[in-house]
């Protein structure tokens, strides 16, 4: 071989069932000296007998090589001259991650501390990245150096203030949501902006107003045949002005909408029916016919003559609690 290429062996460690690190450390322990009862395999025929599957763009056992320098630093003495090893950087990464670590030792001998240095394919990772895993290491090391019966999955990667970062920082929920409920806050931009576009469905638009009043009738339609707060409303409808309305209808009358593809198979219709017992069905004549049954007797066929009749009666205002009979609450079940 071109090179120096010894003791080098290819394991793999078994984490399974979240191990504790000093058990870990034995598994790996009993793997690496039943390797070593190998190590006079020529690695060429290691490759040969594993035959994996070979890669341009990377080593074919393994991606990630660690070595411990331990042995005595050399020293060569001549006369007249003084002499000390000067390390060479290639500025070329063999591996994806090769984390070459050594012990230092003080002049009486004693241990002095490990250091060492990560090289990086870059065209993986940046030198930032490599830094944070860097650091991640000595996170995880000092911490079963500390513990050495903590648990993978307990031992901790993150610096307290990556931490901080991660769950305080990006993940803050101090600002709170609106006061007002969605169906409510588009009644008020219904107030702010009746002419505005709402909804384009093909060449069909509709404005803030028209769908606005859509959707309180056909509220008040849903209220008049017992839907109440928390009841299930299905809807098998096209994507169209009269879906957007139906939502928020189910929304002003304090139910939950459960949407129906009626492209799914009907064995998978039937099932999310049974399962969750919608109160209603709000769908049109076309597709009444290709959902299975049992349907709910209050079924809402738009389109539908008689159906357009029944709307056309009711108010177009926004619907009250006093007709709900209850307050919608944000804890209330909104989509199924």
């Known amino acids: 071989l071109v090179g120096f290429f010894v003791n080098t062996l290819v394991l793999r460690t078994d984490t399974s069932g979240d191990p504790r690190f000093d058990d870990l450390l034995a598994r790996a322990r009993d793997r690496s000296l039943a390797a070593y009862a190998h190590q006079d395999l020529p690695f060429e025929y290691l490759v040969e007998a594993v035959n994996p599957v070979r890669s341009r763009s990377g080593n074919a056992l393994f991606q990630v090589m660690f070595a411990l320098q331990n042995t005595e630093a050399p020293t060569l003495t001549m006369a007249g001259a003084e002499a000390e090893p000067y390390p060479l950087d290639s500025d070329n990464s063999k591996f994806d991650l090769f984390l070459s670590m050594g012990e230092a030792l003080t002049e009486a001998g004693r241990p002095d501390g490990i250091g060492g240095t990560l090289e990086y394919a870059t065209e993986l990772f940046d030198r930032s990245t490599a830094e944070k895993i860097a650091a991640w290491y000595v996170t995880f090391l000092r911490a079963v150096v500390h513990d050495p019966s903590v648990r993978l999955a307990d031992a901790p990667l993150l610096s307290d203030e990556e931490r901080t970062e991660l769950l305080r920082t990006r ?35 509709t404005d803030y107003a028209d769908l606005d009043r859509r959707a309180n009738r056909l509220a008040r339609l849903l209220l008049d045949s017992g839907v109440g707060r928390e009841d299930v409303v299905a809807l098998a409808l096209p994507r169209t002005a009269d879906l957007v309305a139906a939502l928020l209808a189910v929304m002003k009358t304090g139910a939950a909408y459960l949407p129906l ?11 999310v029916l049974k399962d969750a017992a919608p109160a209603a069905v709000i769908t049109t004549p076309a597709l009444h016919g290709a959902l299975p049954g049992p349907l709910p007797e209050a079924c809402v066929l738009l389109g539908d003559p008689a159906t357009e009749e029944r709307l056309a009666a009711f108010r177009d205002a926004d619907v009250t609690d006093a007709e709900r009979g209850t307050p919608v609450h944000p804890a209330d079940a909104a989509y199924v």
């Open 261 to 271: 593809d009626p492209a799914n198979p009907a064995d998978r219709l039937a099932y």
């Open 171 to 205: 993940n803050a929920t101090g600002d709170g949501m609106p006061a007002a409920l969605p169906h409510e806050r588009f009644a008020q931009q219904a107030a702010r902006a009746p002419g505005a576009l709402a909804v384009r469905a093909g060449d069909d638009e």
